[in-house]
C-alpha cells in the first residue's frame, strides 16, 4: 500500500541554519502531497501542499516540490527560527485505482525540529 | 471561526470502561476522520466518513465503533477500554467539492486518553 517515510528526528538547529526535512513516499497513481505541522499541545495545520509533479508549494518561508522521478516532497526553509520549533508530517493522499481520491491523508512518522537561540 | 470541536482534552480510563470521544465541525465539511497518534509511528487512521450517512474503517479499527450523527457530528467509541488504547486522538475534517476541498484537513486539537 501507500506509504510516506520521513528522516527521523529530532533535528536540532541553531536560529537562522538551513534546514532540510527529507520525505520520500510509496504510491499508485499521482497523489497529492502535504508538509503539516504540530506546535506543542495543538492538533495538526497544513503548512504547504503540492497537487502534481514539479508543482512547488510555500508557506511561511518553508517550500517543498513535488518530485516524482525521485518520488520526494522534501522540506526546505532558509533561515529557521525559535518559532519554528515544532513536529513536522509529511502525507500523501490516497488515490483510487480509477483516478478518484479517497481523501484519506497517509502520514510519515513525524520530524521534532528543536531550534536554539 | 471553531472549526474542528473535540471534547474531552483528557480523559483517564480503567481498562474494560467505555467512552465516546465526541467531535463536531461548523465548517459544512462532508468527510470526517478520526486518527490516533502514538510516538514513532505517526497518526494512523481509525475510522473516516466519507459523507454524512457512510463509514468506513481505515488502518487500525479494531476496538473502535463510529456513528455520523450528522454532518456536523462525528463521534468514536471504545467499547471496553485497553491500555493499548492510550494515545492521543485526533479528529479532522475536510471540503470534498468546490474550492475549498483544495485546502487540505482541519484539525482539532486532540483528545489525550490513557487506559490504566
Known amino acids: 500500500g501507500d506509504s510516506v517515510t520521513q528522516m527521523e528526528g529530532p533535528v536540532t538547529l541553531s536560529e537562522e541554519a538551513f534546514l532540510t526535512i527529507n520525505c520520500t513516499y510509496t504510491?499508485?497513481?499521482?497523489?497529492?502531497l502535504f508538509w503539516y505541522v504540530q506546535y506543542p499541545g495543538e492538533g495538526l495545520q497544513l503548512l504547504l501542499k503540492?497537487?502534481?509533479?514539479?508543482d512547488k508549494g510555500s508557506n511561511k518561508g518553508f517550500e517543498a516540490t513535488y518530485r516524482k522521478e525521485t518520488t520526494s516532497f522534501h522540506l526546505e526553509k532558509g533561515s529557521v527560527q525559535v518559532s519554528d520549533s515544532a513536529v513536522y508530517f509529511c502525507?500523501?493522499?490516497?488515490?483510487?485505482?480509477?483516478?478518484?481520491?479517497?481523501?484519506?491523508?497517509?502520514f510519515g512518522t513525524g520530524t521534532l525540529l528543536a531550534v536554539q537561540p | 471561526n471553531a472549526g474542528v470541536t473535540q471534547t474531552p482534552k483528557f480523559q483517564v480510563l480503567k481498562t474494560g470502561q467505555s467512552m465516546t470521544l465526541q467531535c463536531a465541525q461548523d465548517m459544512n465539511h462532508n468527510s470526517m476522520y478520526w486518527y490516533r497518534q502514538d510516538p514513532g509511528m505517526g497518526l494512523r487512521l481509525i475510522y473516516y466518513s466519507a459523507s454524512e450517512g457512510t463509514t468506513d474503517k481505515g488502518e487500525v479499527p479494531n476496538g473502535y465503533n463510529v456513528s455520523r450523527l450528522n454532518k456536523r457530528e462525528f463521534s468514536l467509541r471504545l467499547e471496553s477500554a485497553a491500555p493499548s488504547q492510550t494515545s492521543v486522538y485526533f479528529c479532522?475534517?475536510?471540503?470534498?467539492?468546490?474550492?475549498?476541498?483544495?485546502?487540505?484537513?482541519?484539525f482539532g486539537s486532540g483528545t489525550r486518553l490513557t487506559v490504566v
Open positions: 502525507a500523501l493522499s490516497e488515490v483510487m485505482n480509477y483516478g478518484g481520491a479517497t481523501n484519506k491523508l497517509i
Open positions: 479532522a475534517s475536510k471540503a470534498t467539492r468546490g474550492r475549498i476541498a483544495n485546502y487540505g484537513y482541519t
Open positions: 503540492a497537487t502534481k509533479a514539479d
Open positions: 504510491a499508485t497513481g499521482y497523489p497529492s
